[in-house]
């Protein structure tokens, strides 16, 4: 098998002591654990030079990694009658809702049950620009996370779509649930956001990362259980903005252990409503039609998880 190359890390002392499959996984975020386990058990890592073959080994502090990369097999990604929602569609857009729990493209780890595999059932022409991999996928939404996403169906709409949400054109508000009672009725976030100096799956907010914008309304506070229920406008489109942001100024996205959220801090019944998912929901995209240059904006109800989480709070609030 060909390498298409090779990568090296060098291990610190806060990483020293976890496994081998989990450090790689941190260091090198392309690729999912499984995958990467996969890699070791067939003799592509190194330990200071000497082939390990054990996903479970332990690091140690001043060690030298060394991963090689294969060059990628060509994915076959195939139609699968996953259901979605699409709610608008023309010769050169979709509007699609995403929901909590479905990955968006395939990757190494994710080879089917995605957005695409649905996209490819559901809709029969998407643009060819984001390769076998990602047809018709401009941006994307966290696995956790629900939402109204635009597919392009052909590459110069794909294309013009790109520009507009680089140059922010668009419009992506939010609703957000997070934990603590958000003081100021509205406020912007604005510090910008890197990828995390020990967890290279994460992000946090660092003076030399890249600038991100965050505002912010407060719709209703839930006192008892100290949670808000927030309005968010993201002028940027940074990896993670929302969570980051939130979890940075001490008010974690309910769900969200990776940034913050402790899930013994609410009540486990409410825990149980709210599954694997983050409450956050993508709720309303505007953008320009590609073709026609003609503001289009949609808007989504709340999920069903939403829903059912703010019964659950009106409910337990009047006792």
């Not at 190359?5 to 999912?32: H, M, N, P, Q, W």
């Not at 934990?179 to 100096?197: E, M, Q, S, W």
């Not at 259980?225 to 008010?251: A, M, P, Y």
Request: aromatic residues 8%; charged residues 30%.
């Amino acid at each position: 098998m060909n390498i298409s190359e090779v990568v090296e890390f060098r291990v610190e002392r806060e990483r020293e002591g976890i496994r081998l499959d989990k450090f790689l996984a941190e260091c090198y975020t392309d690729f999912s654990r499984s995958y990467i386990k996969r890699l070791i058990e067939k003799g592509f890592a190194f330990v200071n030079n000497e082939e390990v073959r054990k996903a479970s080994r332990k690091v140690k502090e001043g060690e030298k990694v060394t991963l090689l990369i294969p060059e990628p097999q060509q994915l076959k990604v195939e139609p699968e009658n996953i259901p979605i929602d699409i709610l608008y569609e023309d010769r050169d857009v979709a509007i699609v809702l995403k929901p909590c729990g479905l990955v968006v493209h395939p990757s190494p780890g994710y080879t089917s049950g995605t957005l695409v595999n649905a996209l490819l059932h559901h809709i029969k022409d998407l643009s060819s620009i984001g390769g076998v991999e990602r047809p018709g996928i401009v941006h994307r939404l966290d696995k956790e996370t629900a939402g109204v996403m635009v597919i392009a169906k052909n590459d110069i709409s794909h294309r013009e779509l790109v520009k507009q949400f680089q140059e922010r054109k668009t419009e992506k508000l939010y609703k957000v649930l997070v934990k603590g009672l958000v003081k100021n009725d509205y406020g912007i976030i604005d510090t910008p956001i890197a990828r995390h100096p020990v967890d290279r799956k994460k992000f946090s907010v660092k003076k030399e990362g890249k600038e991100a914008l965050t505002e912010y309304w407060v719709i209703k506070r839930y006192e008892k259980f100290e949670i808000t229920l927030l309005k968010v406008k993201i002028h940027t489109g940074r990896t993670h903005q929302i969570r980051v942001h939130f979890s940075s100024i001490g008010h974690p996205v309910l769900g969200d252990t990776t940034y913050g959220f402790k899930r013994s801090s609410v009540p486990r019944e409410l825990l149980n409503i709210i599954g694997k998912c983050n409450m956050l929901i993508a709720y309303r995209l505007g953008f320009y039609h590609p073709s026609t240059g003609k503001r289009m904006v949609f808007e989504i109800e709340d999920t069903e998880t939403f829903n059912s989480v703010y019964s659950w709070l009106e409910e337990h609030s009047l006792e």
